[in-house]
């Protein structure tokens, strides 16, 4: 009797037909120094099957990655008497410093409204935000705010149709990450969806980190503040006396 239950779980838990994803990275790792400008990650992959690809639903291929969450206040101004000012706020409670998308067809072809809300993929189902202020009606615009500041900084990235599927085995897609990077694992998933559902996921991570003069200042702002704060007013004091020698120069 429990060979047969065995047998069964088995079964179950490895479908005839399973799709499993095979990955690779032209790099794991991202260090960032003072000359860092943006990079670019090359994500490749295949499908391992035991029985030939289905033809239909044909397969699609999305790729996320996501920076380190965190906490953000989004702030609403309005001009008053002339002057700009912060009249509401919502405090959201985990979004990534960075997250991309992208894709092999446009999104909400592969992937249906239900398993987005199962496995967070889209960049708003990204976003946690439990709640909002009760003087707050519409919290949902400071979300869309937020996102909207951060696909304009690059911060956010939704590109569909750049994830190129070959003979439904192997794909590919490169993701830029801009110059402007938190420090952390970058947590990286690949789905592999037909006809809306994901069969398929694998997860891997990709770490950023600072090096050279980058990490020595890093580490010296959050291990000696006070020091950090002195060579940070010698630094300023040294650009002042030398700005102000440059212009007495050119004014004789």
């Known amino acids: 009797m429990r060979a047969l239950l065995l047998a069964l779980s088995l079964l179950i838990s490895s ?11 032209s790099s794991d790792q991202v260090s960032i120094n003072t000359n860092f400008d943006g990079s670019e990650i090359l994500i490749f992959g ?9 033809d239909e639903p044909s397969m699609q291929v999305i790729v ?8 953000v206040t989004v702030r609403r101004k309005e001009k008053r008497f002339g002057i700009w000012v912060n009249v509401d ?9 960075f997250y991309a998308i992208s894709t092999s067809t446009l999104l909400g072809l592969s992937l249906s409204e239900t398993e987005d809300q199962r496995h967070n993929v889209s960049i708003q189902r990204a976003i946690r935000s439990v709640g909002a202020p009760m003087n707050i009606t519409n919290s949902e615009t400071f979300t869309q705010a937020l996102i909207r500041i951060k696909s304009a900084s690059d911060q956010y990235q939704l590109n569909e149709g750049t994830v190129s599927v070959d003979e439904q085995t192997l794909f590919r897609t490169a993701i830029e990450l801009p110059a402007a990077l938190t420090e952390g694992e970058y947590e990286t998933r690949i789905f ?3 006809g809306g559902r994901v069969v398929s996921k ?6 950023v980190r600072k090096v050279g003069l980058e990490r020595w200042l890093f580490t010296l702002s959050r291990e000696n503040a006070f020091l950090y704060g002195l060579m940070s007013l010698a630094i300023a004091i040294a650009a002042g006396w030398g700005a102000s020698a440059v212009f007495s120069v050119f004014r004789r």
């Open 64 to 71: 996320t990655v996501a920076g380190p969450s965190e906490p």
């Open 89 to 97: 706020s919502v405090e959201v409670d985990r979004a990534p410093s």
């Open 192 to 194: 592999l969806t037909r």
């Open 202 to 207: 694998y997860e891997t991570s990709i770490y």
């Open 15 to 25: 479908p005839a037909g399973a799709e499993e994803i095979v990955l690779g990275l």
């Open 46 to 54: 295949a499908v391992k099957r035991e029985e030939p690809a289905p």
